[in-house]
């Protein structure tokens, strides 16, 4: 017998239009082995009154529409349309007996009077006229009155468009644009991603997604988490001097909290025109629940009775609840096949050019980390075989996705991993009792030693791994230090390469209004203290794109020259490139030349030169990064 979600009539009459309220899947389990975690449509169904449908004019379309996790046939497509901007304010899906990470409003849902009803259609011209796909699904205010459909029938490789509107009105959506993923075993010449991570609403606007967008210069977009933050005004920036405060104005903790901030970070112009134009694959890393988050805390939250009180009778696990919720409701990413909607850990074939495996390196299953108060304490267990940074079951996927690349042949392995996975000794900032940044796969060093051990015994090689976290840019040579030779002036002992990227907005680590002669001068020493670590910089907001063909992979660095103001600048940084199979940087590292930071073997000559990516001009800007 089919379990009751799935066994209702799926599809209900209003007004006259056939819907479905399955196909969206914001109703459905996260988990297809317990399909009871969903929200319990029949429920919903019956507290509907059809005579109170609403009036599409009373509708909007309020935060654009996105696409995300692209397959070869099928794509994730997102919108939010509803009667208000503001969110939806009940917390009753996230508690009381409900289940951990539960989709299910068994008791007590936020009554909507009657569905709003949405049709959606994709095509491969912007006329919306070759149609590929269609349907029509329900929302409610049970999942915020987000929509999020898989269209199907997709052609592999292939731009669409897309587009919502209310079911028989002409209230539509902006228009989007997707694109679908290669098959496996197609032969594809060159794919352009750009990776971002560390987005913080108050510290500035973020120019950096929209500049991809003005030069349309990649294909799809890696997000590697810190999406959003989750302070108060004043926390952790300061936004009101250019219009830019967090809302809900306090430390989030709460659905509707978590809800509302997607919401705002969302009304960022150059934000919704990313997510219009390019399909996303994002994943989460510490701030979409909390500084420092691991299996069991954050920095400031441990499940113990001070801070439960201190932070107004919210116990961790709720406060996680809440937020994965929200983030599964606003972000265009599929359900995974799991166990619990906690996974988000999943990977992507792209023809026979690259595999790219998104790892969870924060929420699944990581023991305790550095919470500032404990750096000792972590210090003394992170070399120990137990002290893991994703759990068993994430790191022997992670080993056998790795193998079945290789043994599949595609070309590249790019991992994103939200944190940084070369050694850093920044025991120039830090002192030397504890010389390494704990938070990051430093502070598991077993973690990391049984990946590189899995890579250098299968020979698996042209690995390139991602990370961003730490609001600084660094490129590596990928090297196992103590047991494998490594000479750092050839590169000869590496397995791959490391691509690390500042953040969009969130400040440098060391000061938010660092100099630039002081930033580059602590790259240096940053830059020295590692022998594998080839590029440093800490000057520079901004990100990178990959352009992977079969012979090579290129990054390219853009940096902001101010996020005070939304504009459409950027300084390109340095150029990297690896040869396939080479498995390291190819010399001279950047050409020998860089625009900031500190080059190994090389030299920066700082020129400002500046494109304004709306219209392609050149010019040498005088911008001071300032952080307000």
Known sequence: MKPLLFSIASFVAIAGVSASWTKNINYRSPSEHHPSLGISIRKVVKRNDLQCSWNPATLNFTHGVASGDPYPDSVILWTRVSPTSDNDKSNVTVSGYVQLFDHDNEKFVSISKAPVCVEYKIATDKGLTNVADS???????????????????LEPYTTYYYQFNVCDSKNTSPLGRTKTTPNADDDVTKIGIAVYSCANYPFGYFNAYGNTVRKDSVDYVVHLGDYIYEDANGGYGVGQTIGRVPLPDRQIFTLYDYRKRLATYRTDLDLVASHQNFPWIPVWDDHEVADNVYRDGTSRMNNTESTFISDGGVSFDQRKMNAVRAYF?????RQVDMDDNLRIWRSFSIGKLLDLVMLDTRNYDRSITDLYWNTDYVHTISNDASHSLMGSRQENWFYNSLSKSAERGATWRIIGSQI??????????????????YDAWDGYQASRNRTLNHLYSNKISNNVFLAGDSHASWVSDLIWLGEKAYDPTTGSGSIGVEFAGSAVTSPCPYDANISLATANNYSYILQSANSELQWQDLYYRGYYELHISG????ANYFGMPTIVTRNSWEIPLANFTVKSGENKLQRPVGGGVVESGSLKGGKTVQTNGTVDTGNGTWFVSQEKLEIL
């Open 135 to 153: 349907g029509k699904v329900f929302t409610s205010s049970d999942v915020d009155y987000t929509v999020k459909v898989e269209a199907k029938k």
């Open 329 to 333: 409701e606003w972000m265009p990413i």
């Open 420 to 437: 940084v996975f070369s050694r850093l000794n920044v025991s120039a900032a830090t002192g030397n009792e504890n010389p390494l940044n």
């Open 551 to 554: 012979e090579e992979v290129v």
